[in-house]
Structures are given as structure tokens and as C-alpha cells.
């Protein structure tokens, strides 16, 4: 079992950034795949980003592709988002999400256990 927290939403202009966290419970963390999710206002949730065990492998949906970036510290149990060159489209709350899978591959399915989210929010 492990609880996840996702930190480091808000309100933020077009263009700027921001760097998402996800805090983990447990000593298992390292064996995990991890991955982050958004869900927009009124629209499905979506993968964005994933990263192996280790960090030696990450994924990202097209959109994410040169402006988000994944990385992970096991020694801190947490796994972070980059999010640069924000654009309004990116508003959705952010989520992520731990599989046992030890992958962190776009498939929904395979994450056993989710965060509440953090919200992120896109001016123009």
C-alpha cells in the first residue's frame, strides 16, 4: 500500500511554469512505476508522463513532449512534474499515480493507487 500527495499547483500566466510534486508513504516506493495524470474541466482524465522504478525510463504524451519532464527521487519517496511553457489548454487537475507494475506506461489501468490531485490553473 501506498498514499500518495501531490503538491506545487496554482495559478499561473501563460508561458511560466511550475514544478509538481508527489510525496509517497511506504519503503516500497522505489519498486514502484509512477506516473502523472490531469483531468481538465469537464473532460476525461489523460496521461501525461511516466517514469520507470529506477528513472531510467520515462513516457509522455505528445502534448507533454519538450515542454514537461518526469524525474524521481527514491531516497525522498517523491516523483516530480516540470511543467514549462504553460499554455491555457494545460488547466486540469494534475494527479499522480503508483503501479506495480514497476513501469510508468500511459495505460490507466495499471495504476493501483492515485492522489487526490493538485489543481493547476493557466491564464492568458
Known amino acids: 500500500q501506498v498514499q500518495l500527495v501531490e503538491s506545487g499547483g496554482g495559478l499561473v500566466q501563460a508561458g511560466g511554469s511550475l514544478r509538481l510534486s508527489c510525496a509517497a508513504s511506504g519503503r516500497t516506493f522505489s519498486s514502484y512505476g509512477m506516473g502523472w495524470f490531469r483531468q481538465p474541466p469537464g473532460k476525461e482524465r489523460e496521461f501525461v508522463a511516466g517514469i520507470n522504478w529506477n528513472g531510467g525510463s520515462t513516457w509522455y504524451t505528445d502534448s507533454a513532449k519538450g515542454r514537461f519532464t518526469i524525474s524521481r527521487d527514491n531516497a525522498k519517496n517523491t516523483v516530480y512534474l516540470q511543467v514549462n511553457s504553460l499554455k491555457p489548454d494545460d488547466t486540469a487537475v494534475y494527479y499522480c499515480?503508483?503501479?506495480?507494475?514497476?513501469?510508468?506506461?500511459?495505460?490507466?489501468?495499471?495504476?493501483?493507487?492515485w492522489g487526490q490531485g493538485t489543481q493547476v490553473t493557466v491564464s492568458s
Open positions: 499515480a503508483a503501479s506495480r507494475l514497476r513501469v510508468g506506461m500511459p495505460d490507466m489501468g495499471q495504476y493501483a493507487f
